[in-house]
């Protein structure tokens, strides 16, 4: 070990593909399972909140008119972003406290593979055509149902980021994630894997500091249309399902299941944070 | 050839002179074979029975004020006895019954539709104001369709989801509305039932009669007692199913506000809920559309069911070119529309369903004359009894008043205009609704550009306001969410559980 | 011909606009239009309406017989029907017109001289339309010249379907100079068109060149009129009318058998063209068997009894 004095890095939020400070020059203390000192993290405000949804709604149309193939593509380079920074996210899990950060890692990367490769694939499995009484043409089609709020579970840190927001991008949703709180230094790094992937700016917005203090802004926001809210803090979330229904947003958590287990992966993740579009048209000569 | 002139006839007598006009005789379905009930109980636990409450409501006639029966209003106790009805059916009987068994009672609830479906017709015109032609030829055959289309899913769950075990949810409440009471009631209980799940379903408080007919075709399908319920009320029925502590999934149809309350009521419950909520639909036609058949798609679009239709194309968007062609044609079209009793087999336009939505389409128009926008309807005498609303255009609106942006849920129309696809589509889109649009154009490359960009759940094409078993239907934003028919309207009433 | 020939007073474009008539005529889904010709052939007409629809039918029909058996005494039969279409009632209207092969022209105006029901005749190469057009003009001069009081003749399918348009324009229009001063109906073949689209360009290129009526069918081939195809062609009527103030009467012809069916296609008529089409001076019905039905009809409006074919003659 050298006695170079090692290049500490600011943990940003990530928003619009930037990675700016909080508005509000706010910080807070992030520190290990041991109690050390990790970082001055940013603490996001309910106006980066605002900026984000800003930033996932000007980059929503955008991601969604590219060809599934090539959404399936850019995700599937995040995949290799992440395998090359193995270590780091190793030892962000390990100060964490994570029992097995080797064992998450390769599981978030694969998640996030298996996802990937829906996105061309989807449409032919939930989608599809309908045989109306008529002389009609009916077809059914997913597509994304806009600007998605993800609220990031605590456990697993990086695992429960990558089974949550997979499934709410890949077939053409922007997202604005809270991102967990026990270990935020993982939701940062992996806004630079994205920055250095080919995910256009603005698909998915991180912000680390408080679920408490940003949740009712998240669901009172009427340009986000559906929420996850698997890392919902069970007390909050009564209020934050009162709230979200002021523009009847879409709410959604995950299946409760370990999020090793396979079932916890499923084409349904993605659909219930989709709409069903169906198109009509008359079939003559 | 004068040796054939002798067989010339004499010429006939001159004929009398014809009427100015052609007036159709009225042409009246005749009510004989609907038996109204002078009351009616709660459908509960397979029996209709008195309510706990003992309270009753008056149902009427909205074409002619007429009251027609007695409705008891379910209590707070009155959705417990049904809820434990519910529950009681779910864990004896129904959650364990082979798919295969279900689907047979609902075939039968199918068939039973399709052999009364005139009697239910003439009581749905009865009781809800929509035109006997409609009720005959949509609701009804639709309704039936609906049960039929489900009954085989019952068996076939497995192959609906790949890769996951499908099982009931448990206990459904489910709130309909008024403008397809039947057809709406049908929409929720043929999937719910299918999957294998019971139900406690409200009816509106206006137009019960139909679905409490449908209770006595359950009762004669031999359905296990429990299994349907059927609650009628007003809203304080409805908020005592929808909030019950019993019950696992809530289904609604109806206004957003009220969706919104159901949303929040459920809040934090965990509990399922799919809404269908309000629409204001644009309906967009260019200058090289098919333009005869887009002024019938326009008038079916709006005036369809008196526009009490939460998809109705309510708002009208004419590429500028066509603008006075279509308007011409659309005004002269209006004058051939026959607004009256419902019950008559030529009437187009039927009764506003209430006094209340009567008062709402008024203060909605009065708006639009006011902000500046111009009425036009056609000439036409209205009954002195009932309600009644003549069919309504506007034009001169603009994206900001208010008939262009709430929903009326009534015959009247909003008509503006646009000049390129991109401005189409920002207008149609700029609504905080998402249930349907329609688009008019011979150009199948534009239809697909618009059907892709178009923010709603349903897109006719060259068509509008047609429906199908088998075609999923539900709304974007506020429109609500889940979908209603098809493969997809059975993933409300399923868990979908990962194979392991 | 090119844009500087003379054109008939009849004419509402120059030859050279017919390629861009035909490509700016609209569109026609035919779902919608089916489904709209459907949802009007479910009126109810009973009672008074009733009854004075079926009056009306009788008064727009085209009592027709084109066989190649028709002889002397099958027409002159046909005229007495034509004018007294029930010997026992005095209050049945005659009909409108007999319709016939031009050989049995004279017959029939010496038949109906002075009874108000006028003589029609097909020419033009009936059915097929396609003999030299010299020959098919002189036919048209020489049925109006033995008195025929309007002249049924049928569309250049060839031309028209083969892109064509001038050209049948520019026949349509010598027809309609042929035809001088008799009623000129020209038959679209809608059964052969092959698309409500080309019915309507059809009845659009027919108009243009100065048909005072638009044709369904020729009875000849195995699709006649259907409701859709009468609507496609009402709805050109319409537009035309729209645009140019000009009135131009509609005939379905071939499988009208019914009253029902004939009270549909007015229903149609009344609300697609609007009350002042239904006349004959706009509307017609070219049927045979369709008279005896019609007369069962008003026999059982009056009696209130069901009616058998042994009370009606046959003519």
Redesign the interface.
């Known amino acids: 070990m050298s006695d170079r004095l090692e290049v500490r890095r600011t943990a940003k939020l990530f928003i619009g593909g930037e990675f700016p400070r909080s508005e509000s020059g706010r910080t807070f203390e992030v520190r290990g399972a041991d109690g050390e000192l990790l970082a001055h993290a940013a603490r996001a405000s309910r106006k980066d909140l605002r900026d984000a949804v800003k930033a996932a709604r000007s980059a929503q149309a955008t991601w969604a008119a590219k060809t599934a193939y090539n959404r399936g593509q850019i995700l599937y380079r995040v995949a290799e972003m992440m395998e090359g920074r193995r270590g780091q996210f190793g030892s962000e899990l390990r100060e964490a406290g994570v029992d097995d950060p080797e064992r998450e890692v390769s599981a978030a990367i694969d998640r996030w593979v298996w996802y990937a490769g829906w996105a061309d694939k989807l449409a032919q499995?939930v989608g599809?055509t309908?045989?109306?009484?008529?002389s009609?043409f009916?077809f059914?089609l997913p597509e994304p149902?806009g600007v998605v709020g993800v609220v990031a579970p605590d456990e697993p840190p990086l695992l429960g980021l990558a089974s949550r927001l997979a499934p709410a991008i890949v077939a053409g949703n922007t997202a604005v994630v809270l991102a967990g709180e026990r270990a935020p230094l993982v939701a940062v790094s992996f806004g630079e894997v994205l920055a250095t992937s080919d995910v256009p700016g603005g698909v998915v917005n991180l912000l680390t500091g408080s679920k408490t203090e940003l949740l009712p802004w998240l669901a009172g926001h009427m340009d986000v249309?559906a929420l996850d809210l698997t890392g919902c803090p069970s007390e909050l979330?009564?209020?934050?399902?009162?709230t979200?229904?002021?523009?009847?947003k879409?709410v959604h958590r995950a299946?409760p299941?370990d999020p090793y287990?396979?079932?916890?992966q499923?084409?349904?993740e993605i659909t219930a944070l989709l709409?069903?579009?169906?198109?009509?048209?008359?079939i003559g000569a | 050839?004068s040796d054939?002139?002798d067989?010339?006839?004499?010429?006939?007598?001159t004929?009398?002179a014809?009427?100015?006009?052609?007036?159709?005789?009225?042409?009246p379905e005749s009510t004989d074979i609907v038996r109204i009930e002078d009351r009616y109980g709660l459908f509960i636990g397979g029996e209709f029975v008195e309510p706990k409450s003992a309270k009753w409501f008056p149902t009427i006639n909205p074409a002619t004020e007429d009251h027609l029966a007695d409705v008891a209003e379910a209590g707070p106790e009155d959705v417990d006895l049904a809820v434990a009805a519910a529950r009681d059916a779910y864990d004896s009987t129904w959650r364990d019954l082979p798919g295969s068994e279900r689907a047979k009672y609902l075939f039968r609830i199918a068939r039973q539709l399709a052999e009364r479906s005139r009697e239910f017709a003439v009581l749905e015109s009865m009781n809800g104001g929509k035109p006997i032609?409609e009720s005959r030829?949509v609701d009804l055959p639709l309704a039936a369709?609906h049960f039929f289309y489900y009954a085989g899913w019952a068996d076939k769950l497995e192959y609906a989801?790949?890769?996951?075990v499908p099982t009931p949810i448990g206990v459904a409440g489910q709130v309909i509305p008024w403008n397809f009471p039947l057809l709406m009631a049908a929409w929720k209980l043929a999937p719910a039932l299918a999957a294998g799940n019971t139900v406690v379903l409200k009816p509106a408080e206006t137009t019960p009669l139909t679905a409490l007919l449908l209770g006595q075709v359950i009762h004669e399908a031999d359905l296990p007692p429990g299994v349907v319920n059927i609650v009628t009320g007003a809203g304080a029925t409805g908020a005592a199913l929808t909030g019950h502590d019993g019950i696992d999934k809530v289904a609604f149809t109806g206004s957003?506000d009220v969706?919104?309350?159901i949303?929040?009521q459920?809040?934090?419950?965990g509990k399922r809920l799919t809404?269908e909520?309000g629409g204001k639909a644009a309906n967009i036609v260019f200058e090289?559309?098919?333009?005869?058949?887009a002024v019938?798609?326009v008038v079916n679009g709006i005036f369809f069911n008196q526009g009490h239709v939460c998809c109705a194309g309510s708002r009208l968007l004419v590429e500028e070119p066509v603008f006075e062609e279509l308007l011409?044609k659309l005004k002269d079209r209006l004058q051939?529309l026959r607004v009256g009793d419902p019950l008559d087999?030529?009437t187009d336009v039927g009764a506003i369903n209430s006094k209340q939505q009567l008062t709402k389409i008024r203060e909605l128009v009065d708006s639009g004359v006011e902000e500046g926008a111009e009425i036009y309807q056609p000439e036409c005498v209205l009954p002195e009894r009932g309600f009644w609303f003549a069919p309504t255009l506007f034009t001169n609106v603009s994206q900001s008043h208010r008939i262009a942006r709430e929903e009326i849920f009534g015959p009247v129309l909003s008509i503006l205009t646009f000049r390129t696809p991109e401005e189409a589509i920002e207008k149609a889109n700029n609504t905080?609704y998402g249930l349907s649009a329609g688009i008019w154009t011979?150009k199948g490359s534009r239809?697909l550009w618009m059907?892709e960009r178009?923010r709603?759940?349903?897109?006719?094409?060259?068509?509008f306001n047609?429906f199908?078993p088998?075609?999923?239907?539900?709304g974007?934003?506020?429109?609500?969410?889940g979908?209603e028919g098809?493969?997809?309207g059975l993933e409300p009433y399923l868990q979908?559980?990962?194979?392991? | 011909m090119t844009q500087s020939a003379p054109i008939t007073p009849y004419a509402t474009i120059q030859p050279g606009d017919a390629t861009r008539l035909v490509r700016r005529t609209?569109?026609?889904?035919a779902?919608?239009?089916e489904?709209?010709a459907a949802s009007l052939a479910?009126?109810?007409?009973?009672?008074?309406?009733?009854r004075?629809?079926l009056?009306?039918a009788i008064?727009c029909m085209d009592l027709t017989t084109l066989e190649g058996v028709d002889t002397?005494g099958k027409v002159?039969a046909l005229?007495?029907k034509a004018?007294?279409?029930n010997?026992l009632d005095?209050?049945?209207?005659?009909v409108a017109a007999v319709c016939l092969y031009p050989n049995l022209i004279?017959?029939a105006v010496?038949?109906l001289r002075?009874?108000?029901v006028k003589v029609a005749s097909v020419a033009g190469s009936f059915p097929g339309g396609l003999g030299p057009l010299e020959v098919r003009l002189r036919e048209i001069r020489d049925v109006v010249a033995s008195g025929a009081d309007e002249v049924d003749i049928v569309l250049n399918r060839s031309l028209f379907l083969g892109g064509r348009y001038g050209e049948a324009f520019e026949e349509l229009l010598a027809a309609r100079e042929a035809a001088g001063p008799a009623h000129l109906k020209v038959i679209l073949e809608t059964g052969e068109l092959g698309s409500y689209d080309r019915i309507r360009q059809a009845s659009m290129l027919a108009m243009a060149a100065g048909a005072d009526f638009i044709k369904t069918s020729t009875g000849k081939i195995g699709v006649n009129a259907t409701l859709p195809n009468g609507l496609a062609m009402m709805?050109a009527a319409r537009d035309v009318h729209?645009d140019t103030g000009r009135m131009v009467g509609i005939k379905v012809a071939g499988g009208v058998r019914a009253s029902k069916q004939a009270v549909q296609y007015?229903v149609v008529l009344?609300?697609t063209l609007g009350?002042e089409w239904?006349t004959p001076d706009l509307f017609r019905i070219g049927a045979s068997s369709l008279l005896n039905d019609v007369l069962m009809q008003l026999e059982k409006e009056r009696t209130g009894r069901y009616q058998g074919a042994d009370y009606f003659t046959i003519d």
């Open positions: 499995v599809g309908n045989p109306v009484a008529g009609y009916n059914t149902t249309n979330a009564a209020d934050v399902e009162v979200a229904a002021e523009n009847v879409r299946a299941v287990d396979p079932r916890a499923s084409p349904y709409e069903m579009k169906t198109v009509w048209h008359p | 050839m054939t002139k067989m010339r006839p004499a010429p006939a007598a004929p009398v014809p009427p100015a006009d052609w007036t159709y005789a009225p042409a032609k030829d369709a989801f790949p890769h996951v957003t969706g919104k309350t949303q929040r459920l809040a934090g419950s809404l909520l090289d559309a098919p333009i005869d058949q019938e798609g011409d051939t087999k030529n905080p011979e239809i059907a178009m709603a759940g349903v897109v006719w094409a060259n068509t047609r199908d088998a075609s999923p239907f539900g974007y934003k506020e429109s609500g969410f979908r098809g493969l997809h979908l559980e990962g194979r392991p | 609209p569109a026609v889904d779902v919608g239009l489904e709209r479910k009126r109810s007409i009973k009672k008074d309406a009733k004075w629809a009056d009306l008064r002397v002159v005229c007495a004018v007294r279409p010997p005095p209050s049945v209207p005659s004279p017959t010496e038949q002075g009874t108000g709805e729209r007015l009344h609300e009350p239904l």
